[in-house]
């Protein structure tokens, strides 16, 4: 099972959404979000709540591809969010993640006994390429027990 499908199948909202999982790897995940009317906003394109899931699956989608391998000692969990809208977005938009510090750094500090955060950072864009909205969701990777 991929992570596209994997996170379609435990994550309600992913599904509701039908976001789609272009890409997923350690070093980029890229998340679609069809134009759909049920979830527009009062000028037609796509919602803030929206736009914010999108994004921060994007940032779950890389953070498991990062840091799969680890989930048998840590649970990863979002720690906070931000997120602004930079231009209308209108049609399908697509969200692009990357990891905000070495994956290697993280689990070095996993492996001291310690609870690393780090950034992941998020472009949302339209079909045309414009920037529409720019996030960073922080997570941690909490041991287990």
Do not use: C
């Not at 990062?66 to 930079?86: M, T």
């Not at 780090?118 to 339209?126: D, L, M, S």
Request: net charge negative.
């Amino acid at each position: 099972m991929s992570i596209g499908e994997m996170l379609a199948a435990t994550v309600p909202m992913a599904r509701t959404l039908n976001l789609e999982f272009v890409e997923t790897s350690p070093e980029r995940a890229v998340v679609a979000l069809p134009d759909q009317g049920e979830f527009h906003n009062h000028v037609g394109g796509p919602h803030a709540g929206a736009m914010f899931t999108l994004g921060e699956s994007a940032s779950g989608a890389i953070v498991l591809a990062a840091f799969g391998d680890q989930l048998s000692r840590a649970v990863p969990l979002a720690v906070k969010a931000e997120i602004a809208y930079r231009k209308l977005a209108t049609g399908p938009v697509t969200a692009i993640a990357t990891l905000g510090r070495p994956a290697t750094e993280v689990v070095a500090q996993l492996d001291a006994g310690e609870r690393p955060e780090f950034p992941v950072t998020i472009e949302i864009r339209r079909e045309d390429g414009a920037v529409t909205g720019e996030m960073t969701v922080v997570w941690t990777l909490r041991p287990n027990g």
